[in-house]
């Protein structure tokens, strides 16, 4: 079955990177596409961003342009979420979903158990 | 950016009662509309894509409707597990976005 493991809770102080990992399992990993999304505390879903593992081509989010980079390592089935210059207002737990099929690329599907990223000094 | 508005923003209703959630983008989307629940402290779980499609496993009380700009989520008999905070996210362009979230309780 499709699993998502992510790196486990970051504390990190303003101005600061973070890296949140997602680990994939059950799946053929190149063959699916991978979102990011997070949520603030008592907020809803806000989408950041895409990669494609086989090609490693990205698609971001306006709003994070120029902060975050997503990455893959195929030979661990891994993605990569790093999110640099960190504010308050990135306090949030962040999510990594793989998409619904290669068709519905767009729909993300399985979720990971998301990694809480606090932010603060 | 495609606006998603969502109403209601929660609704309160008994066992067995038929609720219906809506969603308006603010440009055409096609069917390009998936429905999401998230309960307290969980990741979201995909219930409907393109706009009625049935996700595997998931109950067929839950049923989705629309195209265009105007869509619907139905859940026909209410249970005590359906507790949670349902999101429609539109897939038709980037970035991709999400209602506000509707939480549904039991009265």
């Known amino acids: 079955q499709v699993q998502l493991v992510q790196s486990g809770a970051e504390v990190k102080k303003p101005g600061a990177s973070v890296k949140v990992s997602c680990k994939a399992s059950?799946?053929?990993?190149?063959?699916?596409?991978m979102h990011w999304v997070r949520q603030a505390p008592g907020q809803g879903l806000e989408w950041m961003g895409i990669?494609?593992?086989?090609?490693?081509?990205?698609s971001y989010a306006q709003k994070f342009q120029g902060r975050v980079t997503m990455t893959r390592d195929t030979s661990t089935s891994t993605v990569y979420m790093e999110l640099s210059s960190l504010k308050s207002e990135d306090t949030a737990v962040y999510y990594c979903?793989?998409?619904?099929?290669?068709?519905?690329?767009?729909?993300?599907?399985?979720w990971g158990q998301g990694t809480l990223v606090t932010v603060s000094s | 950016d495609i606006q998603m508005t969502q109403s209601p923003s929660s609704l309160s209703a008994s066992v067995g009662d038929r609720v219906t959630i809506t969603c308006q983008a603010n440009q055409d989307i096609s069917n390009y509309l998936n429905w999401y629940q998230q309960k307290p402290g969980k990741a979201p779980e995909l219930l409907i894509y393109?706009?009625?499609n049935l996700e595997t496993g998931v109950p067929s009380r839950f049923s989705g409707s629309g195209s265009g700009t105007d869509f619907s989520f139905t859940i026909s008999s209410l249970q005590p597990e359906d507790i949670a905070t349902y999101y429609c996210?539109?897939?038709?362009?980037?970035?991709?976005?999400f209602g506000g979230g509707t939480k549904v309780e039991i009265k």
């Open positions: 990669i494609n593992p086989s090609g490693d081509t990205t």
């Open positions: 979903a793989r998409s619904l099929s290669r068709s519905q690329w767009l729909a993300p599907c399985h």
């Open positions: 393109d706009a009625s």
């Open positions: 059950g799946y053929t990993f190149t063959s699916y596409y």
């Open positions: 996210q539109q897939s038709d362009d980037f970035p991709l976005t």
